[in-house]
């Protein structure tokens, strides 16, 4: 083809091969010309191509200009002495299936406006060929959709080479619509087991991917009343999986499942544990097949573990999992690095959630108490102004603790019956301890610590202290904090006041007439 120079007479020249194209049969073969521009080095000349070509294949789609059915190879059709009209549509029909090849791939293409132009000429072409088949119905009410194309669409997105988050976040539209997310996991499914199988040891940029993909598929709470189609429908039938929300329940469960079976990246396995609890578990149909994850993953110890705890919870809460190592695994999780970790907050944030069912046994609750007395001795003042009020809160949840600060005459440092080093809680004989950690806290050297451990000295409010404002307390803020008081008084700087300069009143004087 020949082109004239820039950007424009490239739009003039695909122009003129497009109408002519669509005004002829005869002029058919001027669709290489534009599918050449596909292939082109310039980022305009394929933006205008890609253009191009949603036009034409869109108006041949909507013409029915494209053979329906079982494609046949096109060699065959074109040495056949089937009619014209038969072997045009089936010629055609191959240049639109190369143009949806080529389109998939320029999903990958270094400029973020190509691929973006490219996944909606793709996305046009689902709606289009959706709602005009190319694959003949078995039955009345048989349900069609272009799957073929759409796992091209998805498979683009899901690169083992590159990451697609810009362009995942573009296609986020299209999961509002029930029938493309309905697919949009069938479609992952074939992915995920298509590339592991082709890859020994998976790429990072395809599971970031895919989780980026995965995490963004939200179903509605309850069964719609009417069911928005990305491709559109005259009628819609009960028969439909695509149309109940208890299909989409189960292929959200295959989705995240197959997903999740594999070997991932430390750093994938955390941003999976942080959303387990409010957007996976509740969507899925059996959430208790999620246990070999969470248990797994608790293995791991760490951060890890802390984040599996709370799906586990869930499961043990909402859905009578039976998991008995429970709190030993959450006790487990109590070491000097608890006060420094990233997620402190979330830790202490849950195991006040896990520590509050009042059906806990006296011993469980006295163990956690006693390890966190036991911790705050050697923890910075920020983490103390919460694990204190913490451990007070323990006590007034369960009243058979406070032995633990009522015991008259507790058992000297040496003499502690409480283990550390004891894995379970259950052996540590904390119940027979006392807590006399907080006692030596009350002369901790900051001021607002020693008040906070001082509480015991008191009989314990009834209402719990919130320690929700505590979580994210950090040094920088208990400075600033002290920083800004202004004390009621001036401060005395000297012990022993001065009287004079040099000594008593009246030396300086007895000098001066001595040396006169």
Same mark, same amino acid.
């Given at each position: 083809?020949?082109?004239?120079?820039?950007?424009?007479?490239?739009?003039?020249?695909?122009?003129?091969?497009?109408?002519?194209?669509?005004?002829?049969?005869?002029?058919?073969?001027?669709?290489?010309?534009?599918?050449?521009?596909?292939?082109?080095?310039?980022?305009?000349?394929?933006?205008?191509?890609?253009?191009?070509?949603?036009?034409?294949?869109?108006?041949?789609?909507? %013409? &029915?200009?494209?053979?329906?059915?079982?494609?046949?190879?096109?060699?065959?059709?074109?040495?056949?002495?089937?009619?014209?009209?038969?072997?045009?549509?089936?010629?055609?029909?191959?240049?639109?299936?190369?143009?949806?090849?080529? +389109?998939?791939?320029?999903?990958?293409?270094? @400029?973020?406006?190509?691929?973006?132009?490219?996944? @909606?000429?793709?996305?046009?072409?689902?709606?289009?060929?959706?709602?005009?088949?190319?694959?003949?119905?078995?039955?009345?009410?048989?349900?069609?959709?272009?799957?073929? #194309?759409?796992?091209?669409?998805?498979?683009?997105?899901?690169?083992?080479?590159?990451?697609?988050?810009? #362009?995942?976040?573009?296609?986020?539209?299209?999961?509002?619509?029930?029938?493309?997310?309905?697919?949009?996991?069938?479609?992952?499914?074939?992915?995920?087991? %298509?590339?592991?199988?082709?890859?020994?040891?998976?790429?990072?940029?395809?599971?970031?991917?895919?989780?980026?993909?995965?995490?963004?598929?939200?179903?509605?709470?309850?069964?719609?009343?009417?069911?928005?189609?990305?491709?559109?429908?005259?009628?819609?039938?009960?028969?439909?999986?695509?149309?109940?929300?208890?299909?989409?329940?189960?292929?959200?469960?295959?989705?995240?499942?197959?997903?999740?079976?594999?070997?991932?990246?430390?750093?994938? *396995?955390?941003?999976? #544990?942080?959303?387990?609890?409010?957007?996976?578990?509740?969507?899925?149909?059996?959430?208790?097949?999620?246990?070999?994850?969470?248990?797994?993953? !608790?293995? #791991?110890? &760490?951060?890890?573990?802390?984040?599996?705890?709370?799906?586990?919870?869930?499961?043990?809460?909402?859905?009578?999992?039976?998991?008995?190592?429970? *709190?030993?695994?959450?006790?487990?999780?109590?070491?000097?690095?608890?006060?420094?970790?990233?997620?402190?907050?979330?830790?202490?944030?849950?195991?006040? $959630?896990?520590?509050?069912?009042?059906? $806990?046994?006296? *011993? +469980?609750?006295?163990?956690?108490?006693?390890?966190?007395?036991?911790?705050?001795?050697?923890?910075?003042?920020?983490?103390?102004?919460?694990?204190?009020?913490?451990? !007070?809160?323990?006590?007034? %949840?369960?009243?058979? !603790?406070?032995?633990?600060?009522?015991?008259?005459? &507790?058992?000297? $440092?040496?003499?502690?019956?409480?283990?550390?080093?004891?894995?379970?809680?259950?052996?540590?004989?904390?119940?027979?301890?006392?807590?006399?950690?907080?006692?030596?806290?009350?002369?901790? *050297?900051?001021?607002?610590?020693?008040?906070?451990?001082?509480?015991?000295?008191?009989?314990?409010?009834?209402?719990?202290?919130?320690?929700?404002?505590?979580?994210?307390?950090?040094?920088?803020?208990?400075?600033?904090?002290?920083?800004?008081?202004?004390?009621?008084?001036?401060?005395?700087?000297?012990?022993?006041?001065?009287?004079?300069?040099?000594?008593?009143?009246?030396?300086? !004087?007895?000098?001066?007439?001595?040396?006169?």
């Amino acid at each position: 083809m020949e082109r004239e120079p820039g950007a424009a007479g490239v739009r003039r020249a695909l122009g003129r091969r497009l109408e002519a194209v669509l005004a002829s049969r005869s002029e058919a073969n001027a669709v290489f010309d534009i599918l050449a521009v596909l292939q082109s080095e310039d980022q305009e000349e394929i933006q205008e191509a890609v253009r191009t070509c949603s036009r034409l294949f869109g108006a041949l789609l909507e %013409r &029915g200009e494209l053979f329906v059915g079982q494609l046949p190879s096109e060699e065959m059709v074109m040495t056949g002495s089937r009619g014209a009209a038969r072997k045009y549509k089936v010629w055609m029909r191959h240049r639109y299936h190369s143009c949806g090849n080529r +389109l998939g791939e320029l999903l990958g293409h270094p @400029s973020f406006q190509v691929k973006e132009l490219a996944l @909606s000429a793709l996305m046009k072409f689902v709606q289009l060929e959706g709602a005009h088949p190319l694959e003949k119905p078995k039955w009345e009410g048989n349900y069609l959709f272009p799957r073929e #194309l759409f796992k091209l669409v998805v498979g683009g997105l899901l690169s083992p080479e590159e990451d697609q988050s810009l #362009l995942l976040s573009q296609f986020r539209e299209y999961l509002d619509y029930d029938d493309t997310r309905y697919h949009t996991m069938q479609a992952a499914v074939e992915a995920v087991a %298509r590339v592991t199988g082709q890859h020994p040891e998976v790429p990072p940029a395809f599971w970031n991917n895919t989780f980026t993909l995965l995490s963004a598929v939200s179903l509605p709470r309850q069964e719609p009343t009417v069911s928005s189609f990305y491709v559109k429908r005259t009628e819609l039938w009960d028969t439909w999986k695509v149309a109940h929300l208890k299909e989409h329940r189960k292929a959200f469960q295959t989705m995240w499942l197959s997903f999740l079976k594999h070997k991932l990246p430390l750093s994938l *396995y955390k941003k999976v #544990l942080l959303i387990t609890h409010d957007a996976i578990l509740p969507q899925l149909a059996q959430p208790t097949l999620m246990i070999d994850f969470l248990t797994h993953a !608790c293995d #791991l110890g &760490g951060a890890l573990s802390l984040l599996a705890l709370n799906g586990l919870f869930i499961l043990i809460h909402k859905h009578n999992l039976e998991y008995p190592d429970f *709190y030993r695994k959450l006790y487990g999780l109590l070491d000097p690095s608890v006060f420094h970790v990233k997620y402190r907050a979330r830790f202490f944030h849950l195991a006040d $959630l896990f520590l509050s069912s009042s059906h $806990l046994p006296a *011993y +469980l609750v006295a163990a956690f108490a006693k390890r966190l007395a036991r911790l705050a001795l050697t923890a910075p003042p920020e983490a103390l102004l919460m694990v204190l009020p913490f451990i !007070c809160n323990l006590l007034r %949840r369960h009243p058979a !603790c406070r032995v633990l600060v009522h015991r008259p005459h &507790g058992p000297e $440092l040496d003499a502690d019956p409480y283990d550390p080093g004891e894995k379970d809680p259950a052996q540590s004989r904390a119940l027979e301890s006392s807590l006399w950690e907080l006692q030596a806290l009350q002369r901790h *050297y900051h001021p607002e610590v020693s008040k906070a451990a001082s509480v015991i000295n008191q009989a314990l409010s009834v209402p719990e202290v919130s320690i929700a404002p505590l979580l994210e307390l950090t040094a920088y803020e208990i400075f600033e904090r002290d920083l800004k008081k202004k004390g009621s008084e001036p401060v005395p700087l000297e012990f022993i006041p001065a009287q004079g300069l040099l000594g008593r009143p009246g030396e300086l !004087c007895a000098q001066h007439f001595t040396l006169s």
